[in-house]
């Protein structure tokens, strides 16, 4: 189903993927200028920084398919007239120290023209600088840590963009957490809740943020613990949660932790709803929990299976055989991608049908400009590298699958 190509730019490819097709040996192979000539092709490579292995695996190679078919689809319709995409995905296990090296070695490589990812926003702090010092821009399609784009400072409303070159598709925390406190307050009708965090660049923002709204509805939190990521054994914390009077958990970290808590919650007879965030939207969360009946989570963004816009994306990623889904941020991911191509795009045709040499530079401030419908809606950025697309969804484990509980957007 995918074939190798010659190429002159390196590649490196992680597991079984393989590139789409980049043309032949007598290609012009390069992203630094020279490609518009009849005749030839410049490759360009969209890197990809995920975590391919381990825990967050799930989501990872979710991230990474998307990627590998927003650039087939580009090549199949000749997107971009001279140039032919391939792809470069990079293994961060979700940790910071692997995306920091995964980021310099794409930096490295000058056929890179754009990334897609990280999954993580803790990994996204540690990219940034080398991204933004090589002018490589990098559309994150799950970062929602808020000072990645606005800032330390953005909380008391001091907002600065820290680096030009990064951009997401995600909403961030600061809607994402406010919004699941006001359902749990407003829709579920609870009180008084027990705030847990990973201790993590995304667990703890989205825990603060919930913290922030709910008690600003009247609400109150009735008991707050720290956990780290690997934890696996939450008996301390369950009696704790058991003898606060709690009437729902909210949990600011990922799946793989947030599953075991909420299974030993109801076995130790603490019958009430865990509630997270996108982190914890996945299929694997309920693998890890057979009775996470009625616990909830929220997802940037409406249901990608209830949107018109999605419709081809999802049969075209059933169609190409990827083994595993999609996942949450499957359709943010191809429209993060699809923005690094359509900005290669526009930057080729104002250069007279070709890259201009050092494109990097141009291809970043090409991003801040794109807007298209794409799977998720309109794609666009704002002032900070945003999406403009505020939405989000409340989901809820019913007979084993996650089902939507509400959609809408954040009323501040």
């Known amino acids: 189903m995918r074939h190798r190509s010659a190429v002159v730019v390196s590649i490196a490819v992680i597991g079984a993927l393989s590139l789409s097709a980049c043309g032949s040996r007598g290609d012009k192979k390069s992203a630094d200028g020279g490609g518009g000539n009849s005749g030839s092709t410049t490759t360009v490579t969209i890197g990809v920084d995920a975590p391919l292995t381990g825990d967050l695996s799930a989501l990872g190679l979710g991230i990474r398919n998307s990627v590998d078919l927003a650039i087939k689809k580009a090549n199949e319709q000749n997107e971009v007239p001279g140039v032919k995409f391939q792809i470069k995905a990079l293994d961060d296990t ?75 598709t995600a909403t961030t925390d600061a809607v994402q957490g406010p919004f699941a406190a006001q359902y749990l307050s407003q829709d579920a009708k609870k009180t008084k809740v027990f705030l847990i965090d990973d201790q993590k660049t995304y667990g703890a923002g989205l825990a603060a943020t919930f913290k922030g709204e709910f008690t600003k509805l ?42 075991p808590l909420s299974l030993q919650l109801k076995e130790a007879g603490v019958n009430i709803p865990l509630m ?42 059933k169609a190409a055989g990827y083994k595993d889904a999609y996942e949450t941020y499957g359709g943010y991911s191809y429209d993060s991608a699809w923005a690094i191509v359509q900005a290669v795009k526009n930057v080729v045709a104002g250069n007279g049908g070709k890259l201009p040499a050092n494109p990097r530079a141009a291809v970043v ?41 509400k959609s809408g957007t954040f009323k501040g």
């Open 218 to 259: 009247g609400g109150a939190i009735v008991g707050e613990e720290h956990v780290n990521p690997d934890d696996r054994d939450f008996s301390a914390i369950v009696t704790k949660v058991k003898s606060s009077s709690a009437e729902a958990v909210y949990f600011g970290g990922e799946y793989p932790a947030a599953g």
């Open 276 to 317: 997270g965030g996108d982190g914890i939207q996945s299929g694997d969360f309920i693998k890890l929990n057979p009775k996470s009946q009625g616990d909830f989570a929220t997802a940037v963004g409406l249901p990608v299976e209830q949107l018109p816009t999605a419709a081809k994306f999802i049969a075209d990623y």
């Open 94 to 168: 979700g940790k910071p120290a692997p995306g920091q090296q995964n980021a310099t070695q794409l930096v490295a490589d000058n056929g890179v023209l754009g990334v897609v990812g990280p999954l993580n926003s803790s990994v996204a702090q540690s990219m940034q600088q080398i991204f933004n010092d090589a002018n490589l821009v990098e559309i994150s399609p799950a970062n929602t840590g808020v000072a990645l784009s606005q800032g330390e400072k953005w909380a008391s409303g001091d907002k600065k963009r820290p680096f030009k070159s990064y951009f997401r």
């Open 365 to 405: 401030d090409a991003v801040q400009k794109v807007s298209f419908d794409g799977v998720t809606g309109t794609v666009s950025f704002d002032e900070f590298g945003d999406t403009t697309n505020k939405q989000l969804t409340v989901y809820t484990v019913k007979d084993g699958k996650w089902a939507v509980e």
